[in-house]
């Protein structure tokens, strides 16, 4: 009997400019699985909940390959929730790939590759599923992977302030076992303005890399695809 192949479900896969992280400005592939089991308040990535398109991972690897960008982006949707990403991201690195993905810490994180350069969520209050966070993530962190902070309001902006300091986030950074620790606003009028947000950093030399969503500076926020 001929064993079925892996497949995934994908809602897109387009090349763009890296749009968060420390790889901003980086040319990148991604590839964006559909499904996601939180609904966070702001989340611009609502058309990736439901159906998407069934693809088996030697096709998605052949449309990767044929945009022949080196850094691949692996997003959601909640990546993680699905257990052919794993798959997914040993098969990219084994063909060379620098591999990033993109999770919202929900998932167990231990089983990826340590090859992968990890970008975690830490879901603050204003998200309205900070009960989602899976704290034994941290634990898995390395010196290439990142954690990241969407702020809604100044209580998201303390509790972030609070998470570093008590789960001394700064000390990682300086043993080399975390790359970064990333804020940014929610985007638009839903979130902070983004000079208060830079004021408050900088009033509490909060050891974080501001950030605002490249992509959507360039192209608009509705604009999918990019």
């Given at each position: 009997?001929?064993?079925?192949?892996?497949?995934?479900?994908?809602?897109?896969?387009?090349?763009?400019?890296?749009?968060?992280?420390?790889?901003?400005?980086?040319?990148?592939?991604?590839?964006?699985?559909?499904?996601?089991?939180?609904?966070?308040?702001?989340?611009?990535?609502?058309?990736?909940?439901?159906?998407?398109?069934?693809?088996?991972?030697?096709?998605?690897?052949?449309?990767?390959?044929?945009?022949?960008?080196?850094v691949v982006e692996i997003t959601?949707?909640?990546?993680?929730?699905?257990?052919?990403?794993?798959?997914?991201?040993?098969?990219?690195?084994?063909?060379?790939?620098?591999?990033?993905?993109?999770?919202?810490?929900s998932e167990d994180i231990a089983p990826l590759d340590p090859r992968v350069h990890i970008i975690m969520d830490l879901k603050c209050p204003g998200s309205g599923e900070v009960g989602r966070n899976r704290w034994e993530n941290l634990d898995h962190l390395t010196g290439t992977d990142e954690v990241k902070f969407v702020v809604k309001d100044r209580t998201d902006y303390e509790w972030a302030r609070a998470v570093i300091r008590e789960r001394r986030l700064a000390d990682r950074l300086e043993e080399?076992?975390?790359?970064?620790?990333?804020?940014?606003?929610?985007?638009?009028?839903?979130?902070?303005d983004p000079e208060e947000l830079a004021g408050w950093i900088l009033e509490d030399h909060l050891p974080v890399r501001f950030q605002m969503q490249l992509h959507k500076?360039?192209?608009?926020?509705e604009r999918k695809g990019v």
């Amino acid at each position: 009997m001929n064993m079925p192949k892996p497949f995934l479900r994908i809602t897109e896969i387009f090349h763009s400019i890296q749009g968060e992280s420390t790889w901003t400005g980086v040319p990148c592939t991604f590839v964006r699985l559909t499904g996601c089991p939180l609904r966070c308040s702001w989340c611009d990535t609502t058309y990736s909940f439901h159906g998407g398109e069934r693809m088996e991972v030697e096709a998605i690897l052949e449309r990767v390959e044929a945009l022949g960008c080196p850094v691949v982006e692996i997003t959601g949707g909640e990546p993680l929730a699905h257990r052919n990403a794993f798959l997914l991201a040993d098969r990219l690195l084994d063909g060379g790939f620098t591999v990033l993905v993109e999770t919202s810490g929900s998932e167990d994180i231990a089983p990826l590759d340590p090859r992968v350069h990890i970008i975690m969520d830490l879901k603050c209050p204003g998200s309205g599923e900070v009960g989602r966070n899976r704290w034994e993530n941290l634990d898995h962190l390395t010196g290439t992977d990142e954690v990241k902070f969407v702020v809604k309001d100044r209580t998201d902006y303390e509790w972030a302030r609070a998470v570093i300091r008590e789960r001394r986030l700064a000390d990682r950074l300086e043993e080399g076992t975390l790359r970064a620790l990333l804020i940014s606003p929610v985007w638009g009028e839903a979130g902070p303005d983004p000079e208060e947000l830079a004021g408050w950093i900088l009033e509490d030399h909060l050891p974080v890399r501001f950030q605002m969503q490249l992509h959507k500076h360039i192209w608009g926020a509705e604009r999918k695809g990019v």
